[in-house]
């Protein structure tokens, strides 16, 4: 015996569409929030200069308005041990606009005393 009746029709299935949109707008949502650098070991407002561009380096010596140098999570001498030993060339030196010159200028002797030849000043355009 034949059985000439229509088959069953199939369930329609879930689109994925929008579980995929979702997923998109997600991830431009955290790319978008995200830091892609790490924050500067201390928080410094660079002198400003005509005619020069900012460089964020991230073998930057920095130095706060109080004098303390940062190098990563070191902190004053052993900070400028470790950026004094670091075979890159220029060494950059990030220090806040409100440092007084004395603070900045004993750094650079501190560093010239490890044998620094050569810092730069790292400073942002007026």
Do not use: C, K, W
């Not at 034949?2 to 979702?22: A, G, H, K, L, Y």
């Not at 920095?62 to 999570?73: I, K, R």
């Not at 060339?89 to 650079?108: F, I, Q």
């Amino acid at each position: 015996m034949m059985d000439f009746s229509p088959p069953p029709r199939r369930t329609q299935q879930e689109s994925v569409v929008p579980m995929i949109n979702v997923v998109f707008l997600l991830l431009i949502f955290f790319l978008m929030t995200s830091q892609l650098v790490p924050p500067d070991p201390i928080e410094v407002t660079p002198p400003t200069a005509a005619g020069t561009d900012a460089e964020n380096a991230p073998t930057a010596l920095y130095l706060s308005q109080d004098g303390t140098a940062a190098f990563g999570e070191l902190r004053d001498d052993a900070a400028l041990d470790a950026f004094a030993a670091l075979p890159e060339e220029p060494h950059r030196l990030r220090a806040d606009g409100r440092a007084e010159a004395s603070v900045v200028a004993r750094t650079l002797a501190a560093l010239a005393a490890r044998g620094l030849a050569r810092v730069e000043l790292v400073t942002v355009p007026e």
